[in-house]
């Protein structure tokens, strides 16, 4: 048992290596202009052995938010008031100036937000993992029809609120400049779900 825990942290510390060898690769040159053989070369492993751990090329960039992927389904699985705790989550990932929200200012976090947002195939993955985390958030909440609706609305709200926290920070604001604005946006936006999601606002 103890063997496996130690291979099994092992691979998790190979993977966060590959990932984070790649991406900065990505963020120096450009996506599409680094090869997976590159990356292999840089991170001294075979092709297979990349290709091992991420099937396709985006998965590299993509790993480094894949941990986030059942988070709201977590969130809302914590209480008899999922929408409310969805809700208190994000004002404290702005709270806190989780990366999540958008809302920082690290150079690092924004060099993988341009990368991420200013590159097509990327974006087009990134569609996959938010349908992922959709799904996950609708059987959270039931998993019938109106649980599915809920999801795509909740989602999408917590996307947008993102990504205007970070186009308004890689614009050159500051995150205290952006925050009280964000706060209010989230705010509304939550109000919003809960007028027309009545039911999962109380318990």
Request: charged share 25%.
């Amino acid at each position: 048992m103890v063997e496996t825990g130690l291979r099994e942290r092992k691979r998790q510390r190979t993977i966060q290596s590959l990932s984070d060898i790649a991406i900065g690769l990505f963020v120096e040159k450009g996506f599409d202009a680094v090869s997976v053989a590159e990356v292999a070369a840089a991170a001294e492993v075979s092709k297979p052995t990349l290709f091992r751990y991420f099937p396709a090329k985006e998965d590299l960039v993509l790993h480094r938010i894949a941990d986030h992927e059942g988070e709201a389904a977590r969130v809302a699985g914590e209480g008899p008031a999922p929408l409310a705790a969805l809700r208190r989550h994000f004002l404290a990932g702005l709270e806190r100036s989780d990366p999540v929200t958008g809302l920082s200012d690290d150079p690092d976090v924004l060099a993988f937000h341009a990368l991420l947002y200013g590159t097509p195939a990327l974006v087009a993955r990134l569609h996959t993992h938010l349908e992922r985390s959709e799904n996950a958030l609708a059987e959270a909440l039931g998993g019938d029809l109106e649980a599915r609706l809920a999801a795509g609305q909740i989602i999408a709200v917590r996307r947008v609120l993102a990504q205007e926290n970070w186009r308004r920070i890689a614009g050159g604001e500051g995150v205290a400049e952006v925050r009280g604005d964000a706060v209010a946006a989230a705010e509304r936006a939550f109000g919003g779900l809960a007028a027309g999601l009545p039911g999962l606002d109380r318990p």
